[in-house]
Nanobody, 120 residues
């Protein structure tokens, strides 16, 4: 069984910073892309940052210049450094990873989510 465990969320004032971490464990053959999704109250879950197996990154326009995604392949971990937080960044952040568990099977896995709340 594969699990993704997130940490680093919390309550922060506007302008502050957070670092989110997500570690994958279990029967992992390899990991393709990894990313962070955010779901704000009453809104759809959306991709805020993604990183491919070769390190190519993608960011939502709302977080460009403030969020930085990185990965440590040796630790099966993806990080999201968040700076200059805004109240609009509030939501539940979910880790996602496309993981190959055998030579025949590859699918997306999700973490449990970590709450980020930004106060004004």
């Amino acid at each position: 069984q594969v699990q993704l465990v997130e940490s680093g969320g919390g309550l922060v004032q506007a302008g502050g910073s957070l670092r989110l971490s997500c570690a994958a464990s279990g029967s992992i053959f390899s990991i393709n892309a990894m990313g962070w999704y955010r779901q704000a109250p009453g809104k759809q879950r959306e991709l805020v940052a993604g990183i491919g197996s070769l390190g190519i990154t993608k960011y939502d326009d709302s977080v460009k210049g403030r969020f930085t995604i990185s990965r440590d392949n040796g630790k099966n971990t993806v990080l999201l450094q968040i700076n200059s937080l805004k109240p609009e960044d509030t939501g539940v952040y979910y880790c996602n990873a496309r993981i190959r568990t055998t030579i025949w099977e590859e699918r997306d896995y999700w973490g449990q989510g970590t709450q980020v709340t930004v106060s004004s």
